[in-house]
Structure formats: C-alpha cells, structure tokens
C-alpha cells in the first residue's frame, strides 16, 4: 500500500443557500480543491462523492456521474466517478474509498467530495428523509424521529453518569463560538446556556439548540500519493489512519446505547494503523449531530472517561485553548451538518488547522488531527488520522 | 407512514410480537430475524410469541413528531427490553411524568398512526405500565 496525502482542500458557504443547486455547490468545491492544490482535470484519475438521499432532497440519483459531468470531468476526459452513501457517513466513507484508491495503486490524483442540497423540500420532509438512516421498519414506524433516538441515548447518560442539560447545552455553546470564527460556518452568533436551555423542547431532554440545523453545502479535498505530493503542494497532509466500523441498524439492538461500538472499534483500528493513542491527537472534529452525540464521541474516541463527557466539556478541556480542541470548525452544530458533505469538511477543517491555516480558530502547532464522522444513530463509524509529517 | 405491503408483511409481528428464536444457542429476536446473529449458518430459526412484558431501558417525549404521528404529540417513545432479552422502540402510554429508567411495562393493541384523514389507519403495539397503581 502506498502512503496518501491531502494536497487541495475547499468547502463552500455553509447555509440555507436557496439560490443555489446541489450542482452548483459541489463544483465550486470540486474546482476550489483542484486549484488549491495546483492540479487540471486530466490529471484526475477518479471522483468519489459522499452523498446521502438526493433521491429525497432534489430527486436526483446518479449523483456520481451528474458531478463528473458538471466538473467537466466526463464528456472529454471520461473520470470514473461513483457515489458513496453511509447516511450522514457517506462523506467519510467517500474519503476512505478515494485514499483506499490510491493507497492501493489504482489510482493517482483522486477528488473525494461530498454534498448535500437540503433546503429544496420542506423541513418536515427533510426529517423524514434523515430518519431514514435509522430503522425504518421497526424504528420508524414506532414514531421515532432522529432528535428522539439521540434524546434517548441522552436520557440513560444522564441517568447513568449524571450528566446534565446544562453540560449539553456547553456543547452547543462551545461549538457556536467557535462556528463564530469560522467564515463558513452556517451559524456564526455566540449563544449561551441559557439560550439552549430557553429554546423549543424537540425530544425530551433535547431542545432544538442541542440538535445540528438543515444546511446545504458541499466539500472537496484532493488527494496524491505522498511519494509526489510535495510536487503540487509545500504543505502535504499526510494520511495515517482510516478506519470503518459497523453496528447494528436499529439503536434498541445495541449492547449499551450510551456507547457507540462502531466509533470505539472503528478508533481501535485507526490509533492501531497510525501507531498513535488519544494523547497524541491535537485536534479533532467529532460528529455533534447532537450535543450529547459529542459527549458520547470524546468518551468513545478516548479524549474523556466514560460517563465524564459532560464535565471534560464544561471544564473547557474541549474549546480552542484546552487540553484536546473539539470541532474547531463549529462542528455540525453550528458550522451545519449538509450531510453527505460532512465527512469531508471534517478533513477540510482537520488539513486547514495543520497546515496552520485556521486563522482565529488555529490550534497552535496541531500536528496531529482526527476526524469521526457518523451514519445513523451509530451504524456506521468512520476515522481518519491526519499528520503534518509523513 | 409507509406502504401498505410493507406493513402489512409484518401484521403479525406488528399486532401479536411475533418474533423469532434460535434453537441452537437460545437467542431471542424482536423484531424477528431469519438469520441468527450468533450461529450464523449454523442456527436454527423458529418462531416465538413473545410475553409481552419488559422494562424500560430509556425513553423521550416527542414534541416535534414523526411523520405520520402529528396529532398524537406530546409522545412517549422508548427503548422496552422484553423479558425474554430482546429490545425494541415502542411508545408507551400514560402520564409522561410518572415513566421511569426501569419502569415495568406490559403490551397493548392500540392505534399507531395514520396516512391523514382519507389514508389507511395502522395499528399495533404500545405498552403501558405493568403495575396498576
């Protein structure tokens, strides 16, 4: 296997961007990339695009082969591109199947982008459309909605650990200043725990501030074999882990709901593949789809013992500053949560902090990142480990 | 809420908590599965009527419902572990206040939901608390 190194990053604006389409967004980050890291359109030998439910959003499957085209990467040059779908995963399983292409020698220069356009249906039929990563059968049909699986892994974390809504809502508070510093980000005004607490009741314990928005956007990254990556780029980023790991579908058929097994086994292979621990990691961006989606992540990904999420974040350890900064970008709560581009920015932000590129959000002398991307309520977990050196 | 085959292939499971059991390593399942998780190939599948009582493992009151459960709102949902091993997600009727982490609760046939005023109206399983009190 050959080593693989991230050599062109760039997301678009985060938000509800009405005037613009799913096609329209993933090529201003496909070509933002490719000029970001100094390549053209013949040297591209295949694009994968995270993308979850275009058939529910715009209507539109075969999203692979629209990119190719719109990136003018088919009529003339005939890229193979192919989508990859993992619920809100699809973007870091699109990541992982570009670098296993290039790792493996199949391919050279390979983009790896993700996207969602979600403001084109109502908010209703956008939350039916996501409750479509859990259960449908036996999850859905029982009147489970999204928010509602998260509050109940929630409920017994508060119940079992004593974490409270007030650690919760630090989470969201955490990640809205740090969203604030960050010019892409969907929502860029600090709030306070009083306003997360104050704001709607979606699922009990889990009001609508601790839940992550509807957004479009989309993300790209370009990625080299490392050999030639300092070719196109000073500043490579190299990849040293990516991990996957599955759980079962349904959240009830979990051996304990207050842990993700995925995220614990797909972290098990990544620290193993790069030889690296927690301790070792500078920075990182968690899936916080829900703040207690992030409780759980630091504890599961070994940054915080279990059932002491709540109270690593309330200490500070997780802001910009602390022991181990936490979704720099804003996270998915406030940077938006576009979901097939999520996995992707996560690495865009993660590339952009190493290269010490994050302006007012920079983590100083991050050498080491981490991104943790999730599908579902913890089906399916995916991990990267990035590092300045090779 | 869903197409009518879809439900409709799971009547019984839906109505009854028909599930699954395997012979060989003694594994229950609800929802039912065909294939054992444990012995893979080697397991024998066979059906089994569940008891219909459990406890309640964690649960949310849902303020902004699902598809197809806007007029029941607020609603319980949560996490039941039926007695014989297996969980599942069911809402559980009663006054929200009084559920519990633990809390003993028992099946019920009742009304799931509907596809609006003309549509088909589904039925199947709810719980209610076991202990009268």
């Known amino acids: 296997m050959r080593d693989v190194a991230i050599i062109g990053v760039k997301n678009t604006k985060f938000g509800e961007l009405w005037e613009r389409s799913l096609r329209d967004i993933v090529v201003e980050a496909g070509i933002g990339a490719i000029q970001d890291a100094g390549v053209s359109g013949k040297d591209i030998s295949a694009l994968y695009v995270g993308n979850m439910s275009g058939g529910r959003f715009i209507e539109q499957e075969h999203i692979g082969a629209l990119i190719a085209d719109y990136s003018g990467l088919s009529k003339n040059l005939h890229v193979p591109a192919t989508r990859v779908e993992a619920a809100c995963a699809s973007g870091g399983l699109a990541l992982r199947q570009a670098i296993m292409s290039v790792a493996s020698g199949y391919s050279d220069i390979v983009v790896a982008a993700g996207a969602e356009k979600m403001t084109d249906v109502g908010s209703e039929e956008a939350s039916s459309a996501l409750a479509a990563a859990a259960d449908r059968e036996w999850e859905g049909m029982a009147g489970a909605t999204f928010p509602g699986l998260y509050a109940m892994i929630a409920r017994l974390h508060m119940h079992r650990y004593g974490t409270t809504s007030e650690q919760l809502a630090e989470v969201a508070v955490k990640n809205h200043k740090n969203g604030s510093l960050n010019p892409i980000a969907q929502y860029r005004n600090r709030i306070t725990v009083d306003d997360v607490l104050n704001s709607i009741m979606v699922a009990d314990p889990l009001h609508i501030y601790d839940c992550s928005p509807i957004t479009d956007g989309a993300s790209a990254v370009v990625l080299a074999p490392a050999d030639v990556a300092h070719k196109y780029t000073d500043t490579p980023i190299y990849i040293k882990a990516t991990a996957q790991a599955s759980d079962t579908i349904a959240l009830h058929d979990r051996r304990d709901i207050t842990t993700l097994d995925a995220t614990v086994m797909a972290a098990k292979r990544a620290y193993s593949m790069a030889k690296l621990g927690p301790e070792d990691i500078d920075v990182v961006e968690v899936h916080d789809c829900f703040t207690i989606a992030e409780i759980c992540a630091i504890e599961d990904l070994g940054f915080a013992e279990k059932g002491k999420g709540g109270i690593v974040t309330a200490n500070g350890e997780t802001a910009i500053g602390g022991r181990i900064p936490v979704n720099t970008s804003g996270g998915l709560k406030a940077c938006g949560h576009p979901v097939g581009a999520t996995g992707i920015k996560q690495a865009v932000e993660i590339t952009t902090q190493l290269r010490g590129e994050a302006g007012k959000r920079q983590v100083d002398g991050a050498e080491y990142g981490m991104t943790h991307n999730v599908g579902g309520s913890g089906a399916t977990a995916v991990i990267h480990i990035f590092s300045r050196e090779r | ?133």
């Open chain 2, 1 to 133: 809420m869903s197409s009518v085959p879809r439900f409709w292939r799971s009547l019984g499971s839906r109505y009854n908590l028909e599930g699954t059991r395997c012979k060989e390593c003694g594994e229950y399942y609800y929802p039912p599965r065909n294939f054992c998780v444990n012995c893979r190939r080697g397991g024998h599948i066979e059906p089994y009527n569940f008891k219909g009582t459990g406890e309640i493992i964690s649960y949310t009151i849902i303020h902004t419902a699902a598809e197809g459960f806007e007029g029941q709102t607020p609603y319980t949902l949560a996490i039941i572990q039926l007695d014989e091993g297996p969980s599942l997600t069911s809402q559980v009727i009663g006054d929200p206040e009084k559920i519990h982490i633990g809390m003993r609760v028992r099946s019920v046939f009742r009304k799931l939901g509907e596809d609006g005023e003309r549509g088909m109206i589904y039925y199947g399983t709810k719980f209610v608390p076991a202990d009268p009190e």
